[in-house]
């Protein structure tokens, strides 16, 4: 991509393309965030936006997993319509725009970050509110419909993801009897798939924008895939998502039977909380392999810093939360 | 060989000067690397004191679980452990399997992370 003032160009050009020609850009900032994706912060006069872009302004470069940005911003469109809270899509760059694949959207105010949503006084009403209203918004994703969604999206059940998960796993050679006996556990109590839905894929703190009076958008839709509802109902309550306050089951900070009181009541069913526990020890066992594929970019010499070298320490984290799970299974 | 200054004094040597000298002067990304080798560090001490007899321990369990050679390594132990469990031979039920799994991965976090709460939850 082009020098540094091109890039700053570009954004101007932007800003008036999706603001109109009185709207003038006065400031752009990266906000921290993940390799996968940039985030800039754009803001000029009354106006003020997000853009989410590949990194460096690259375009089509994706991993397997991920949908992509344009088919995230359609996705975010669709849930919009469907009820769900997100980020209002502005814009989505085409190769005039001059600066990669991605997308504008509104700039929604309020807190990702999980420490101080779950200890911070400001969000005591916050989290009272958090488990339910997270239910009746999985509820809505939930009846996004199927074929309104991008072709990009793939479909994945739960034993197509203990599959996809255990080759990972076998591909780098270190056998964890841990994780043998909770693939074998997995696969002998699978239970019957549900009617497949659009699942978010990663909707857990860290994804949902927070403010005092609780959930303002559901965002980061680029895991989004064809699935069993209750793989994101149980993602929110592996133990890694729980940031220490492991007692309450939703994301440390709810209860799982207010998060199923609303979504049964918003999607008409009686899931009950038994039903979540198999989804529970698979979304551990997926982030312990995850934790392991971040590892083997250290290994394999792509990534040499020391938070790769460090993230392979964090497996048996995972693999202490199988065992808890395993043991609470035959209690 | 000499041992004057060991492995872990030099080991927590590095670290106080990452603790007090060289992280409060980074910002940001490697502000937060530092804390990051900071911890790291620190898990390299808890690994060279403890390693040893957890892996006695654990390969003690295995050869008992197994009915295996005082003679297998550690490595090969785990190997054979992994097939029987992945081959359905031992399972959840097994008796002593999940106590053994258990202990081993306790050891295991208590050096790798030895704050985090599924610890505190397999303790209680």
């Known amino acids: ?331 | 060989m000499h041992d004057q200054p060991s492995v872990s004094e030099l080991v927590q040597a590095v670290k106080s000067f990452i603790d007090e000298t060289a992280g409060p002067n980074l910002t940001g990304h490697a502000a937060f690397h530092a804390r990051v080798a900071s911890n790291a560090l620190a898990t390299v001490l808890r690994d060279l004191e403890h390693r040893t007899a957890n892996e006695a321990a654990e390969a003690a369990r295995l050869i008992s679980l197994l009915d295996a050679s005082q003679s297998d390594d550690l490595a090969s132990l785990n190997a054979r452990l992994s097939e029987k469990i992945r081959s359905g031979e031992l399972t959840s039920e097994t008796p002593g399997l999940l106590e053994h799994l258990k202990a081993t991965t306790i050891a295991q976090v208590e050096i790798d992370q030895p704050r985090y709460s599924g610890l505190r939850t397999a303790k209680s």
């Open chain 1, 1 to 331: 991509m082009g020098s540094k003032s091109d890039f700053e160009n570009s954004l101007r050009t932007l800003f008036t393309r999706v603001f109109g020609e009185s709207a003038e850009l006065d400031s752009f900032r990266r906000l921290s965030g993940g390799a996968s994706q940039e985030t800039w912060a754009l803001s000029g006069g009354s106006h003020e936006a997000i853009l989410r872009r590949a990194p460096g302004g690259t375009s089509g470069a994706r991993s397997s997993a991920a949908i992509g940005l344009p088919a995230e911003a359609k996705l975010i469109s669709a849930a919009e319509t469907a009820g769900v809270p997100v980020p209002k899509v502005l814009h989505i760059l085409s190769p005039e725009d001059n600066i990669g694949d991605g997308f504008v959207m509104s700039w929604v105010k309020g807190e990702t970050i999980a420490r101080p949503i779950l200890r911070n006084d400001e969000f005591d009403g916050a989290r009272r509110a958090l488990a339910r209203q997270c239910g009746a918004a999985l509820a809505s994703i939930h009846t996004i419909p199927i074929e309104t969604a991008p072709p990009e999206l793939q479909s994945s059940d739960g034993l197509a993801q203990i599959a996809q998960y255990e080759d990972i796993y076998r591909s780098f050679e270190a056998p964890r009897p841990v994780f043998e006996l909770a693939l074998q556990w997995l696969k002998t109590n699978a239970p019957q798939p549900m009617d497949p839905v659009l699942v978010h894929g990663d909707f857990r703190l860290g994804n949902l924008m927070v403010d005092e009076n609780g959930l303002v958008a559901v965002l980061d839709w680029e895991l989004a895939h064809i699935g069993d509802p209750r793989e994101d109902i149980a993602w929110i309550c592996v133990n890694s998502w729980r940031f220490g306050q492991t007692e309450n089951r939703v994301g440390g900070f709810g209860q799982l039977e207010d998060l199923l009181d609303a979504y049964n009541s918003s999607a008409g069913c009686s899931l009950s909380s038994t039903e979540i526990d198999w989804w529970e020890m698979l979304g551990t066992l997926k982030w312990g392999v995850m934790c392991m594929i971040m590892y083997e970019a250290f290994r394999s010499g792509a990534d040499p810093s020391v938070e790769r070298a460090a993230i392979g320490r964090r497996v048996s984290e995972t693999e202490i939360d199988l065992i808890n799970l395993l043991e609470a299974a035959h209690a």
